[in-house]
């Protein structure tokens, strides 16, 4: 599948289950999030296709560390020296020094249930016993808290936004007026919503509607997220319109 241009130095990378972000800065080429385990080759690809070289990747921001996020950081770190990112709070699971923590399916309404039963099928995973299964082990070299600023996008600053799960962050670029949500949001038939699968759904849904105050309060046009097409223009409007439906 081709990578799709949210705007001129943004893309995104579909995968058949999660996406990608890759951002530019003139040469230098930040990922954020990096597919499923086995999608290296398919992110390089994309990469060229933006006109740029694998080699050029210099950061892999991980929103958190389910497998369809984080399944090829450590194929792409390992062939590029790219420096990987994470919150501090998922770290030790991305490394794998630390079992991954199941979602709480029990407090998932019954479509959520069917969704995780469907998704992980093949697995044998049920959410009668819910597991999310580990993405291949990954170095973390950096770290990151709320208001961190990392340097891409000039300047993207780390909010920290637990619930789905503890070391979720998502990514603000004021500059570009750019919102990365990571799964505390996917953007659904009816417009964005929290994600599913979560640790704790309560604090999943307060922080989707810290998200869309924050987009709204800062006038964001694109919000890329964890699932579910991007929003190029007009995201902050969107936000609201989703806040006023979930509060
Ligand atoms: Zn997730
Ligand atoms: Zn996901």
């Known amino acids: 599948m081709e990578p799709q241009t949210v705007r001129?130095?943004?893309h995104m990378i579909p995968f058949p289950v999660g996406q990608a972000f890759l951002w530019q800065d003139g040469e230098a080429v930040t990922l954020v999030d990096t597919g499923p385990p086995g999608g290296a080759d398919a992110v390089e690809a994309a990469i060229r296709h933006c006109g740029a070289e694998p080699a050029a990747?210099?950061?892999i921001v991980l929103t958190h560390f389910h497998p369809d996020h984080a399944g090829s950081a450590a194929e792409l770190a390992a062939r590029h020296g790219a420096q990987v990112v994470a919150h501090r709070a998922d770290a030790a699971v991305i490394r794998g020094e630390a079992p991954s923590p199941p979602p709480d399916m029990a407090a998932a309404p019954a479509w959520e249930r069917a969704v995780f039963d469907q998704v992980h099928a093949p697995l044998g995973?049920?959410?009668e016993a819910p597991e999310i299964p580990l993405a291949p082990p990954c170095?973390?070299?950096r770290e990151v808290?709320?208001?961190d600023v990392l340097e891409f996008g000039g300047g993207a600053t780390v909010l920290s936004v637990p619930g789905h799960t503890e070391g979720s962050i998502a990514l603000l670029l004021p500059e570009h007026r750019t919102l990365f949500t990571g799964?505390?949001?996917a953007r659904t038939e009816d417009g964005p919503a929290p994600g599913v699968f979560n640790q704790d759904r309560a604090r999943t849904e307060a922080t989707?509607?810290?998200l869309c105050a924050l987009g709204a309060q800062q006038a964001v046009e694109t919000v890329c997220f964890g699932h579910g097409a991007p929003l190029a223009t007009g995201g902050g409007e969107t936000l609201a319109q989703a806040a006023a439906r979930y509060s």
Do not use: S
């Open 183 to 185: 799964d505390a949001a």
């Open 145 to 147: 808290a709320e208001g």
């Open 8 to 10: 001129p130095q943004l």
């Open 125 to 127: 995973i049920t959410a």
């Open 139 to 141: 170095r973390v070299d």
């Open 57 to 59: 990747l210099r950061r």
């Open 208 to 210: 989707f509607l810290r």
